[in-house]
C-alpha cells in the first residue's frame, strides 16, 4: 500500500477501535500507538536489510522512550493494527501479528527461550488482547479470538475463543461475545472465581 493510504486506514482504523478519536488531526498528533506502529512499518523495512539492524533498533528505542511501546523492528504486523493507551506493551522479534488485531496497555507478546528461534506468539486476524494480558512462547492465537486483561497464556487458543486467567482457561466465544465493543466482563465465567 501507498503510504499516504496505509496513514489514512490506520486513522480510520483508529476511530473504529476508540470512541473518544475525536479526528484525524488530533489522532494523528496524539496517539501514541499510533506513533508506535508507523515508526515499526520503516524499522521492520530496515530490518529486513541487514546493514540497517542496528539503526532500525535505535530507532525503536527512540520510540520506546518517546511513546511506552517496544516493539522489535523483526516483528511482523498486519494491516489496522491498533494499540490503545499503549504504555507497556511489549512485542518481541519473533511475534507475528495479523489483520485488524486490537492490543491494550501493558500486553506483552513475549518469548520463553532465550535460543534463538521463532519464540514469540503468532496472532491471527480479529483478535483482541486485554490490558495486562501475557501471551509468552511460541503458540497460536486463532482468528477472531480474544484475550481477556491480565490473562496468562502459554498455550494455542483456537479460532473464536476465549481465553481468560492465570493461567489462561479457554472456552469458544458466544454469539454474543462476537459482537464489537462487547463489554469485557461479559468474557468472565464467575463460576471459574468460586
Same mark, same amino acid.
Given at each position: 500500500?501507498?503510504?499516504?493510504?496505509?496513514?489514512?486506514?490506520? !486513522?480510520?482504523?483508529?476511530?473504529?477501535?476508540d470512541p473518544a478519536a475525536r479526528g484525524?488531526?488530533?489522532?494523528? !498528533?496524539?496517539?501514541?500507538?499510533?506513533?508506535?506502529?508507523?515508526?515499526?512499518?520503516?524499522?521492520?523495512?530496515?530490518?529486513?536489510?541487514?546493514? !540497517?539492524?542496528?539503526?532500525?533498533?535505535?530507532?525503536?528505542?527512540?520510540?520506546?522512550?518517546? =511513546?511506552?511501546?517496544?516493539?522489535?523492528?523483526? *516483528?511482523?504486523?498486519?494491516?489496522?493494527?491498533?494499540?490503545?493507551?499503549?504504555?507497556?506493551?511489549?512485542? /518481541?522479534?519473533?511475534?507475528?501479528?495479523? @489483520? @485488524?488485531?486490537? !492490543?491494550?496497555?501493558? %500486553?506483552?507478546? $513475549?518469548?520463553? &527461550?532465550?535460543?534463538?528461534?521463532?519464540?514469540?506468539?503468532?496472532?491471527?486476524?480479529?483478535? &483482541?488482547?486485554?490490558?495486562?494480558?501475557?501471551?509468552? /512462547?511460541?503458540? =497460536?492465537? /486463532?482468528?477472531?479470538?480474544?484475550?481477556? *486483561?491480565?490473562?496468562?497464556?502459554?498455550? @494455542? %487458543?483456537?479460532?473464536?475463543?476465549?481465553?481468560? $486467567?492465570?493461567? *489462561?482457561?479457554?472456552?469458544?466465544?458466544?454469539?454474543?461475545?462476537?459482537?464489537?465493543?462487547? @463489554?469485557? =466482563?461479559?468474557?468472565?465465567?464467575?463460576?471459574?472465581?468460586?
Open positions: 500500500m501507498a503510504l499516504l493510504a496505509t496513514l489514512r486506514e490506520d !486513522l480510520r482504523n483508529a476511530r473504529a477501535h484525524d488531526v488530533e489522532n494523528a !498528533l496524539v496517539y501514541s500507538g499510533l506513533h508506535a506502529i508507523w515508526a515499526h512499518r520503516l524499522a521492520h523495512r530496515m530490518w529486513a536489510r541487514p546493514a !540497517l539492524r542496528g539503526p532500525a533498533r535505535i530507532l525503536m528505542q527512540a520510540v520506546r522512550a518517546f =511513546t511506552g511501546i517496544e516493539i522489535h523492528p523483526g *516483528a511482523t504486523i498486519g494491516r489496522r493494527f491498533f494499540i490503545d493507551h499503549g504504555m507497556g506493551v511489549v512485542i /518481541g522479534e519473533t511475534a507475528e501479528i495479523g @489483520d @485488524d488485531v486490537m !492490543l491494550y496497555h501493558g %500486553v506483552t507478546l $513475549g518469548g520463553r &527461550t532465550l535460543q534463538q528461534v521463532k519464540r514469540h506468539p503468532t496472532i491471527g486476524n480479529r483478535v &483482541t488482547i486485554g490490558a495486562g494480558a501475557k501471551v509468552l /512462547g511460541p503458540l =497460536t492465537i /486463532g482468528d477472531d479470538s480474544a484475550v481477556g *486483561a491480565n490473562a496468562v497464556v502459554t498455550r @494455542d %487458543v483456537p479460532a473464536e475463543s476465549i481465553a481468560t $486467567g492465570i493461567p *489462561a482457561v479457554v472456552r469458544q466465544r458466544s454469539a454474543k461475545e462476537r459482537e464489537q465493543a462487547v @463489554d469485557p =466482563t461479559s468474557y468472565i465465567d464467575p463460576a471459574m472465581y468460586i
